[in-house]
């Protein structure tokens, strides 16, 4: 049974950091394309904010870009989301989804998908 488990978020200052984490069991992440993406309250899922393939290939949003990076840790079956200079408009529940197709991460069609953590920045 594949499971994907989010961990790291919390609430914080704007301006603040933080690294979220999903730990995977069932899959070997480096097979798969792993993404994170998020829902803010009372709107829809936003597009992927950052993805990474198995080969390297790292994407992330343009509303993250230069402040959000993605890593992951093949030995420990673990992919992070690093989340620096956080702004307000950041808040919400990050998941972290996992498919074998770059495509399907990208477009929200993975098929594996975590609980998700809520990330609240705020003063």
């Known amino acids: 049974q594949v499971q994907l488990v989010e961990s790291g978020g919390s609430l914080v200052q704007p301006g603040g950091s933080l690294r979220l984490s999903c730990q995977a069991s069932?899959?070997?992440?480096?097979?798969?394309?792993i993404g994170w993406f998020r829902q803010a309250p009372g709107k829809g899922r936003e597009e992927v904010v950052c993805a990474s393939r198995s080969d390297g290939e790292i994407y992330c949003g343009d509303s993250v870009k230069g402040r959000f990076t993605i890593s992951r840790d093949d030995v420990k079956n673990t992919v992070y989301l690093e989340m620096n200079s956080l702004l307000p408009e950041d808040t919400a529940v990050y998941y972290c989804?996992?498919?074998?197709?770059?495509?399907?991460?990208?477009?929200?069609?993975?098929?594996?998908w975590g609980q998700g953590t809520q990330v609240t920045v705020s003063s």
């Open positions: 069932g899959l070997a992440i480096d097979r798969y394309t």
């Open positions: 989804v996992a498919d074998d197709t770059w495509a399907a991460v990208r477009t929200l069609r993975a098929e594996y």
